[in-house]
């Protein structure tokens, strides 16, 4: 097996364009997703995004602020009890980003037509709503019919929807804990993650923890993204706060209202950007901005026992930096 | 004794909740419901979260998220969207479910993506929303499969409208058997909880009208922030006050105090 470990910074570089089909997995709007990753996309200027969401998060609402987005799929834009997405929701009003909306439930299939390598999924949800007559992509037809096209089950003739399958050039997907092959375990909820990451051209793990594989040969039924369809690991505690990794760290409530206050107008997310996306490099700079007390507070959470059973496999900082420079050779 | 009317609808809510149910719960209030009535009167109650958080209450007060850590500290199963949404909602197999509005109208079509100026259907093209909302999440799966569901929302007029701008998600379309028509697997909604009393379908028609209004309110005020026009059960009760027990119940779950802070 190959030694799958990139910094952020290689990782944006290699696995990210402008005008791709970006999906940031697992977009949880409070929990789990690759936003670190997102801001490191921000640093290098990606825009012109296809993004597949699932659900919205604070990285599409960074991506999107930023005027990166041409193009969204969703099932859910919101950031739940935080509020409405401002920079997302800004770039929507002001026709920067055109956002094509689905059910959550749907796009769940969607990815898993995607994985299958299948042209369309029926659909029983999505039909008889504006989600099947509005289409952003084709804003002249209502009520739409290319969006979510009828179909007949050829067995009782009934009739449903047919709905498009997703297929993305790349996905970043973040999870609780990886092997360097890119084998992976995810605590919480893994929303999409499973069909995201057999559906996409390429994933790149984002993972707060670096474990041996042996914890995967421990608990091989929990490893549910596998190092066969992974093309990178990045290691990097923290990444999705400000939101929340169970086991790990629990949102950070202050900083949540506080980015998404930033985002409402272009001047203040580029205030933000400065403060808090093109301030850092290395990851010490990125958990020293987080600050000391911040870490300890989000860190007592009171999901910390999931992560008992896994403790001892844990790979330290200074195992991780020789393995890196180990990919390099 | 002293509520919010939040309170009071979040308690009404939990009421229309059955012991034994297996219950989906969107965000916020519905949580909030779900997880009282759990602790009141339905203890056998099967709640579950849209991205497969299964066998969990609440830890530490209401969750920011279906997965936040507050209610992922005691879950017996974490699976994901495909198994929650669609094994148990889409299939037809969930009891019940809570969710919320931003608009909802007569035949309970209930809009949570965004607010035109000229809405699509008026306009005959799609462009962007004055104000965008955050689209319909998991609430269209469980309009389309849970068996019934319990919609909650703010009783204005603006909100409560002879057509929604936008159906995220369908409650009895146009009326009458249209629903059935569309084949749909469940049910749709059995009632519109809202700050002002319990609205209910007529059987034939679909059409909502008030079942029952809370003891601070009149028939006129709520029919004055309805903006079609609201039949009255012939029938029509008051709904009975919060008791001591219920708040008590409610306060546990609703820790941090989020149903008391604006009024």
Not at chain 1, 269 to 278: A, H, I, K, L, M
Not at chain 2, 41 to 50: G, I, K, N, Q, V
Not at chain 2, 166 to 184: K, N, T
Request: aromatic share 10%; proline share 5%; charged share 20%.
């Amino acid at each position: 097996m190959k030694n799958k470990l990139l910094s952020i910074q290689e990782a944006v570089e290699a696995y990210t364009w402008d005008g791709m089909t970006y999906c940031n997995g697992a977009a949880l709007p409070v929990g789990s997703c690759s936003i670190a990753f997102g801001k490191e996309m921000v640093k290098q200027g990606r825009k012109n995004l296809n993004v597949i969401c699932h659900c919205g998060s604070q990285q599409i609402n960074l991506l999107a602020a930023v005027g990166a987005v041409d193009r969204v799929e969703v099932g859910f834009s919101g950031l739940e009890v935080y509020g409405f997405a401002a920079g997302l929701n800004r770039a929507v009003s002001s026709g920067k980003t055109l956002i094509e909306d689905y059910s959550n439930g749907a796009m769940a299939l969607r990815f898993f037509g995607g994985a299958m390598n299948w042209p369309f999924v029926p659909a029983t949800v999505c039909i008889h709503n504006d989600q099947q007559w509005c289409s952003a992509d084709h804003p002249e037809e209502y009520p739409c019919t290319r969006k979510i096209p009828e179909i007949t089950d050829p067995f009782t003739g009934k009739k449903y929807g047919a709905m498009r399958t997703i297929r993305p050039d790349v996905a970043a997907i973040h999870v609780t804990m990886a092997d360097i092959y890119g084998n992976a375990i995810m605590l919480g909820t893994e929303w999409n993650r499973f069909e995201m990451s057999r559906a996409s051209g390429k994933v790149v793990l984002v993972a707060d923890q670096i474990v041996h594989t042996d914890c995967m040969r421990q608990y091989p039924n929990l490893v549910r993204i596998i190092s066969e369809v992974v093309d990178a690991v990045v290691y990097w505690p923290y990444a999705a706060w400000p939101q929340a990794s169970p086991g790990l760290y629990d949102s950070d409530e202050e900083h949540m209202f506080y980015m998404n206050k930033m985002m409402k107008t272009e001047a203040d997310t580029r205030e933000f950007c400065d403060q808090w996306v093109n301030s850092w490099n290395s990851h010490e700079e990125y958990m020293a901005l987080i600050g000391e007390d911040k870490i300890v507070k989000i860190s007592q959470t009171a999901t910390a026992f999931l992560m008992d059973p896994y403790r001892k496999w844990i790979r330290s900082d200074a195992e991780i930096r020789e393995l890196q420079s180990r990919t390099k050779g | 004794m002293e509520y919010t009317k939040q309170e009071f609808m979040a308690i009404t809510t939990g009421r229309e909740i059955k012991d034994g149910e297996l219950i989906i719960l969107g965000v916020g209030l519905p949580m909030l419901a779900g997880y009282f009535a759990q602790l009141n009167h339905a203890p056998d109650l099967r709640p579950f979260t849209e991205g497969g958080v299964y066998g969990s209450t609440p830890v530490g007060g209401l969750p920011w998220g279906i997965e936040c850590n507050r209610i992922s500290a005691n879950a017996t199963s974490f699976t994901n969207a495909i198994d929650a949404l669609g094994f148990l909602v889409l299939s037809g197999r969930a009891d019940n479910a809570v969710i919320g509005a931003a608009q909802v109208d007569k035949y309970g079509n209930v809009n949570t993506t965004g607010i035109w100026d000229e809405p699509p259907w008026k306009a005959g093209k799609y462009l962007p929303p004055k104000v965008r909302l955050n689209g319909s999440g998991g609430a269209s799966d469980i309009s389309v499969g849970c068996k019934r569901y319990l919609i909650m929302a703010s009783h204005e007029k603006r909100r409560f409208m002879e057509r929604v701008d936008y159906i995220s998600s369908a409650g009895y379309l146009d009326g009458g058997d249209r629903r059935e028509r569309c084949g749909f697997v469940g049910g749709g909604p059995a009632a519109i909880i809202s700050t002002l009393g319990i609205l209910r379908p007529d059987p034939q028609t679909k059409e909502f009208w008030l079942d029952a209004y809370f003891p601070f309110t009149t028939i006129d005020e709520v029919k004055n922030n309805t903006a079609w026009e609201l039949k009255v059960s012939p029938d029509v009760k008051i709904v009975p006050e919060p008791t001591a027990e219920e708040l008590k119940n409610l306060r546990t779950v609703d820790a941090t105090g989020s149903l008391r802070k604006n009024g």
